[in-house]
């Protein structure tokens, strides 16, 4: 975690996918870098990178089929700096909308509490079994040895979200 003064304020920065995937390759606790994305936002404190968050098209084909207008968090990481991971939920919401965005949602591990994206206004939508990981998602050995194995593959999950209000009276 990252030493400053208390009167330093974090501020929302623009990032390139190249600075948030080092960061993430430094600190992420179970997850590597994403490979795609549409934006992402850093966190920086007295000019300290102290967190970052990435957006892309859901992983879903079911979602990008049906809601067209939605985002995925495909990674927030912080290295520690207390309600870091509520602001970059918060600044990646408001980024979208302003792109004209409609729902963004984001997947957590079952075990965790939620609590930063309660905090940055999102909803919890449902909770999901553990799944095989990617690894096993096929029956052919060559695709398989290809995949990376590294994942979230047996893992309980939760799913988020934030909407904009029109598109749920829709």
């Known amino acids: 975690m990252?030493?400053?003064?208390?009167?330093?304020?974090?501020?929302v920065v623009p990032i390139t996918l190249r600075e948030?995937?080092?960061?993430?390759?430094?600190?992420?606790?179970?997850?590597?870098?994403p490979r795609g994305w549409k934006f992402g936002v850093?966190?920086?404190?007295?000019?300290?990178?102290?967190?970052?968050a990435t957006a892309g098209?859901?992983?879903?084909?079911?979602i990008?089929?049906?809601?067209?207008?939605?985002?995925?968090?495909?990674?927030?990481?912080?290295?520690?700096?207390?309600?870091?991971?509520?602001m970059l939920y918060g600044a990646v919401w408001r980024a979208a909308k302003a792109m004209g965005y409609t729902r963004a949602i984001t997947?957590?591990?079952?075990?965790?509490?939620?609590?930063s994206l309660k905090a940055a206004g999102w909803v919890k939508v449902k909770d999901l079994p553990a799944r095989g990981s990617w690894a096993e998602?096929?029956?052919?050995?060559?695709?398989?040895a290809m995949r990376d194995p590294v994942g979230n593959g047996h893992v309980e999950r939760q799913l988020w979200e934030c909407r904009v209000l029109e598109a749920i009276q829709q």
Request: charged letters at 25%; hydrophobic letters at 25%.
């Open 64 to 86: 990008q089929t049906r809601e067209p207008l939605t985002l995925e968090v495909n990674r927030t990481c912080t290295d520690g700096t207390r309600n870091a991971n509520s």
């Open 2 to 11: 990252t030493t400053l003064p208390p009167s330093t304020t974090p501020r």
């Open 57 to 62: 098209r859901p992983v879903s084909r079911e």
């Open 20 to 33: 948030a995937s080092e960061f993430i390759a430094r600190h992420h606790r179970h997850n590597k870098p």
């Open 107 to 115: 997947y957590i591990q079952g075990n965790e509490t939620g609590a």
């Open 137 to 144: 998602s096929t029956q052919h050995d060559k695709l398989r």
């Open 42 to 52: 850093g966190l920086r404190v007295a000019n300290v990178l102290v967190g970052v």
